[in-house]
């Protein structure tokens, strides 16, 4: 049964926000609930007798910190509001339990291990099949943002409805298709260069230099350097003959953003200094925005977050969790193998922290299911 459900997964996962867009038409949740959660806490309340007691109680600590800031807050908070932060923090911690499910299922043998591999590489080439469907024939998605989205117009979104999150995973999928690789097919080529276009559309700056810093890690690491050193060319010359005349949002200059995420951040800062050493709960910030901030993002799907996902920890967590999540990483990329797998694990990593500074991407649902299925076959085996 859980090789099925994991196989949905992967289903649910190529299909972006469209189930949840779908469902909310016909069921009426008072928070924003979304199928790949419920196949995840799914997956994780049947694998729960797979995961040893060890990693049990590792998740059960994260959660007692990712709760803290909850309880301080709680005499503030509606009951509502307090329900939410904990389904929040529910979803976080099955997302890292489904981490450990598939790597007690998958990740021993290496055939497995490809097993999943592809599979990730198949969910970021449907996210770009998508994208195309969407570039041609909804070109102008302005109107979403009577939705609660974001308004885009000639931007590559796919199912995802964003850019940035999307350009992520392209991102991820060039990352898996060059890490093992073993030789330059033209099948290689041709779709490699499909996703460089794809992301080029997305004109997500944050992307591109996810991109750098995740193929610049390969550069070091990998034997076959003169094949990325190409790529990473290709996709430079290619940017001034991308399309600018759509709007502000495909002027790769634009400055306006930048200013609002500085805004964005200096809020965050403000919100860490009102419980710097707990934060203010997993995730409270939406309700908090409106009861400190009077903020006029309500009603909006960034409400519950910030754009830097550093400051969106220590806002929520404090210092305690962001000292935890330090350690924590440390001891997962300490855990990585050093075959293909592991490289490639640490290469996402190292594009999605360059992403996180400016869009909060460590804890979207399917860069953070990404993520922790890559490294549940990148690690060491016991």
């Not at 003169?226 to 001034?240: D, E, S, Y």
């Not at 404090?318 to 924590?328: A, H, S, T």
Request: charged share 15%.
């Amino acid at each position: 049964m859980l090789k099925s459900l994991i196989f949905v997964w992967f289903v649910v996962f190529s299909f972006g926000q469209l189930p949840a867009m779908f469902m909310e038409r016909y069921v009426n949740f008072p928070f924003k609930l979304h199928p790949l959660d419920l196949v995840t806490g799914l997956i994780f309340i049947v694998g729960l007798k797979n995961i040893g007691k060890d990693m049990l109680m590792r998740l059960f600590l994260i959660a007692i910190v990712l709760f803290g800031g909850s309880m301080i807050w709680f005499s503030v908070l509606s009951w509502n509001d307090f329900a939410i932060g904990f389904l929040y923090l529910v979803r976080i911690v099955s997302y890292l339990g489904l981490g450990v499910v598939v790597n007690r299922l998958y990740g021993q043998r290496v055939q497995n291990k490809i097993l999943i591999y592809r599979s990730l590489i198949l969910v970021s080439f449907a996210g770009l099949f998508f994208g195309w469907v969407q570039y041609f024939w909804f070109f102008d998605l302005i109107s979403l943002k009577y939705f609660g989205w974001d308004d885009h117009l000639g931007r590559m979104t796919s199912v995802f409805l964003d850019p940035a999150f999307f350009g992520l995973i392209l991102v991820f999928g060039m990352i898996l298709l060059l890490a093992r690789g073993k030789k330059l097919s033209k099948k290689l080529i041709v779709l490699l260069g499909f996703f460089l276009i794809g992301l080029g559309l997305t004109y997500s700056r944050a992307s591109f230099l996810g991109l750098l810093g995740g193929l610049g890690y390969l550069i070091v690491k990998m034997p076959r350097k003169l094949m990325i050193i190409f790529f990473l060319m290709l996709f430079v010359l290619l940017l001034p003959f991308l399309p600018h005349k759509t709007g502000e949002g495909v002027n790769l200059t634009r400055t306006k953003s930048i200013f609002l995420k500085v805004e964005n951040t200096k809020e965050g800062v403000e919100m860490i200094s009102r419980s710097p050493v707990f934060g203010v709960g997993v995730n409270n910030v939406c309700a908090l925005r409106k009861l400190v901030f009077l903020n006029n993002l309500l009603g909006s799907h960034s409400c519950g977050g910030y754009d830097n996902s550093f400051v969106f920890i220590l806002a929520t967590t404090g210092v305690v969790g962001f000292l935890i999540f330090i350690y924590e990483m440390r001891w997962v990329l300490a855990e990585t193998s050093a075959d293909g797998f592991g490289l490639a694990f640490k290469a996402a990593i190292i594009s999605l922290f360059i992403h996180a500074n400016f869009t909060n991407s460590i804890v979207y649902p399917w860069v953070l299911g990404y993520v922790v299925l890559l490294g549940a076959i990148s690690r060491k085996n016991s």
